[in-house]
């Protein structure tokens, strides 16, 4: 098996791992976060119903960010996710990493995020 190959398996088995224990609820729904080399995306679900409360991402032309890949575009999204989850009445989450390590970005988005009043 190829290096990238096994590097995706392993992401697997931790996305699999961590959403046994995570699940957004009504009352206490799920930021999920997506990386890809060039964007990052957040979603604030609610796991019961199954559908998107609200998005944000890097891809918006709204954001109107210049670079997308790196910490401070991604603090932008962690306030932009922050105050459209406050606009709908959010105001605690259950962080998701989706399987990608709490650092650089994953963890530039979850302190703005905190920073916004989001409760996790």
Avoid: C, W
Avoid at 54 to 65: F, I, P, W
Avoid at 75 to 92: D, F, H, N, P, T
């Amino acid at each position: 098996m190829d290096k990238q190959k096994s590097k995706q398996v392993r992401r697997a088995r931790r996305v699999v791992r961590i959403r046994r224990e995570v699940s957004g609820v009504t009352s206490r729904p799920r930021l999920a976060v997506y990386k890809s080399l060039n964007h990052i995306y957040a979603q604030v679900i609610d796991d019961l119903k199954g559908s998107t409360i609200v998005s944000a991402s890097t891809a918006e032309k709204k954001l109107g960010l210049e670079k997308t890949g790196n910490s401070a575009a991604a603090a932008k999204v962690g306030e932009a996710i922050a105050e459209r989850a406050k606009a709908k009445g959010v105001a605690a989450v259950v962080f998701d990493r989706r399987g990608f390590k709490y650092h650089g970005r994953i963890k530039a988005l979850a302190d703005a995020a905190r920073k916004g009043g989001l409760d996790f």
